[in-house]
């Protein structure tokens, strides 16, 4: 079974810092490209980072500098490290699949997507 499975997320304060996890089982992980999405109330769906099969990654402009994503093969799950967080990162986040090698952001091509995981980030 392909499943696609996000922990990590709650309640920080403006600064702080969470780590999201994206655990893929029924699958290799790294024979993919994962990417991180986030939708916020009243928001259009966003990319946030994504990792490609060599281990490349990308980030969005809103996130550079603060958010480092990563893959651990042993365990078969990717990271979202995120830093120095502010109230606009709040959203449910997501991570999926797609087979291409390139970080697309087209949600069609995303085949396997996570449940979401709620990040609030609120004084």
């Known amino acids: 079974q392909v499943q696609l499975v996000e922990s990590g997320g709650g309640l920080v304060q403006p600064g702080g810092s969470l780590r999201l996890s994206c655990a893929a089982s029924?699958?290799?992980?790294?024979?993919?490209?994962i990417r991180w999405f986030r939708q916020a109330p009243g928001k259009e769906r966003e990319g946030v980072s994504c990792?490609?099969?060599?281990?490349?990654?990308y980030y969005a402009d809103s996130v550079k500098g603060r958010f480092t994503m990563s893959r651990d093969n042993a365990k078969n799950t990717v990271y979202l490290q995120m830093n120095s967080l502010k109230p606009e990162d709040t959203a449910v986040y997501y991570c999926?699949?797609?087979?291409?090698?390139?970080?697309?952001?087209?949600?069609?091509?995303?085949?396997?997507w996570g449940q979401g995981t709620q990040v609030t980030v609120s004084s």
């Open positions: 990792i490609t099969s060599g281990g490349s990654t």
């Open positions: 029924g699958f290799t992980l790294d024979r993919y490209t």
């Open positions: 999926a699949r797609t087979p291409l090698i390139v970080c697309t952001y087209l949600a069609r091509h995303f085949d396997y």
